[in-house]
């Protein structure tokens, strides 16, 4: 979110609009696309006169080199990749002169254009290695890098030489790094911050916030985050699908929204659910997958039935590790799980993994129980699904693997009925449920604020990510 500035994209979703959709996709890098007859062949159009922070021209090579580094098949790879299986479908990037591009797809993709227009999809430089930007990043967007330093700041400075003209309006933007929400809450009311960080502000602080800040504004949205729960089952005992059945069996989702959110984030699968949500389950078809419904004391009983039956009890407790990021959005829920699985046996306790290292954990799952938090760049099956639930995703935490899954991951992104695409969506859902892969505890509501002098601001409701640029933002003060 903080480098969203230095970049721009080929096609980008609307700033202004709030809600992300196809319908809400417009030009950036890109100036017009156009879809052959089969719709596997993207033809876009690039503008002239764009040049990178260090004055070379952005040509069609740098929008090919960006994606064979995205696919692996570059010769200066990533060392991290995780929206790589974002992308197997795309089988080339043809180049056209300097100012055409073409995406070749192995089959058609409705959600292909909304990929392009996350803000996770940048056009990065070809003449620059991937190292030097890890360091030194340059982009071709409203603001140059200035300076980072680590669990401090990151400073951001206009670029004088935009291709827009007259953007951005401010001469910079300063994202400061401060641990604690409370007292990033406090700064706010302080006037220390225009601007808080993404709905950072949970719904029990909305009230203590406007009470320092009256003229604010907190814009409180559906945040496209799932917070979930993960286990390793490649670990014993965790590998036996008995004990995970009792995991889930005791979780008190509920609770855990109505303490967390005083009642406003959602109970879904992984999908984000309606309204905000396109492919997301119906509240009745959610309340019938396995551990969702029911009597919550019946089945925290059916669960300590399991977990007896597995040797344990309250005389013999199963010691465990509940892993999670030291972020409070995260360490909270963390408490509560704790808290959930010593009501069925459990001898748990909690373990915060500080923020730099957490995802590089996860892959190598150095882990036994973690609760993690899950956003998606897109409300789209091709993101959400295919990152957390395919077999080769680099965010698939789990290691899950199950062909039949494959093969409807594969069918959905095909379909382009949208009524016969979320059949095959919720037939997903229902096997993950049923297999209790990655159970998804919630999906949460929370608050932007930002002061009255901040205009030009709009908070995006189905993800987090897409609204970052800050090149229409401006403060009236």
């Known amino acids: 979110m903080a480098f969203s500035g230095l970049f721009n994209n080929l096609v980008m979703f609307d700033q202004s609009k709030s809600r ?30 764009v040049k990178w922070h260090d004055g070379k021209p952005l040509t ?27 992308w197997i ?55 140059r890098f ?15 030489n935009y291709w827009k003209p007259g953007r951005p309006y401010l001469d910079g933007v300063e994202f400061r790094i401060i641990g604690s929400r409370a007292t ?39 945040t496209g985050v799932s917070t979930n729960l993960l286990v390793n089952r490649g670990r014993a005992p965790f590998d036996r699908e008995e004990l995970r059945k009792a995991m889930v069996l005791a979780l008190d989702r509920q609770a855990m929204i109505d303490i967390l959110s005083l009642g406003k984030s959602s109970l879904a699968g992984a999908m984000l659910p309606p309204p905000e949500g396109v492919w997301g389950m119906p509240p009745e078809a959610v309340a019938n997958l396995p551990g969702y419904g029911g009597d919550m004391a019946a089945r925290r009983a059916q669960a300590r039935e399991i977990m007896a039956k597995l040797g344990y009890g ?5 010691k465990v590790k509940v892993s999670t990021r030291d972020f409070q959005a995260f360490k909270d829920p963390a408490v509560l799980l704790v808290d959930q699985l010593n009501q069925i046996h459990f001898d748990a306790e909690l373990e915060v993994i500080e923020s730099t290292v957490w995802y590089n954990r996860l892959v190598r799952q150095d882990y036994s129980v973690a609760l993690n938090l899950t956003g998606s760049g897109v409300d789209d099956p091709d993101v ?31 379909e382009a009925d ?60």
């Open 89 to 143: 479908n795309l089988q080339e990037v043809k180049v056209g002169g300097d100012h055409e591009v073409t995406f070749v797809l192995a089959r058609p993709q409705a959600s292909f254009l909304a990929l392009l227009a996350s803000n996770l999809s940048p056009v990065y430089p070809c003449h620059v290695s991937a190292r030097d930007m890890r360091t030194k990043p340059i982009g071709t967007g409203p603001f």
């Open 184 to 222: 990033r809450i406090l700064a706010f009311g302080a006037n220390e911050f225009d601007l808080t960080f993404v709905v950072d502000v949970t719904p029990p602080l909305v009230g203590d916030v406007m009470a320092r800040s009256p003229k604010a504004t907190c814009a409180m949205v559906s």
């Open 146 to 160: 200035e300076a980072f330093e680590s669990n401090v700041v990151v400073k951001l400075a206009k670029n004088q």
């Open 384 to 414: 959400t699904l295919t990152e957390g639930y395919a077999c080769k995703s680099e965010r698939n935490y789990t290691k899950y693997c199950n062909p039949a899954v494959e093969r409807l991951l594969d069918e959905q992104s095909e």
């Open 314 to 318: 309250p005389d013999k407790r199963l």
């Open 20 to 49: 992300n959709g196809l319908d809400t996709i417009v030009p950036e890098l890109a100036e017009s696309w156009t879809w052959d007859e089969a719709r596997t062949a993207l033809t876009l159009k690039l503008r002239h006169g």
């Open 60 to 86: 069609a090579r740098d929008v090919q080199c960006t994606w064979q580094r995205i696919q692996g098949i570059g010769p200066d790879p990533f060392r991290k990749n995780p929206r790589q299986n974002w």
């Open 418 to 477: 949208v009524e016969k695409r979320k059949r095959l969506v919720w037939r997903i859902e229902e096997i993950l449920a049923q297999e209790a892969v990655r159970p998804i505890i919630f999906h949460s509501r929370a608050a932007t604020c930002w002061h009255a002098h901040v205009k030009g601001h709009v908070a995006h409701e189905n993800s987090i990510y897409n609204n970052w640029r800050f090149e229409d933002v401006w403060l009236d003060k």
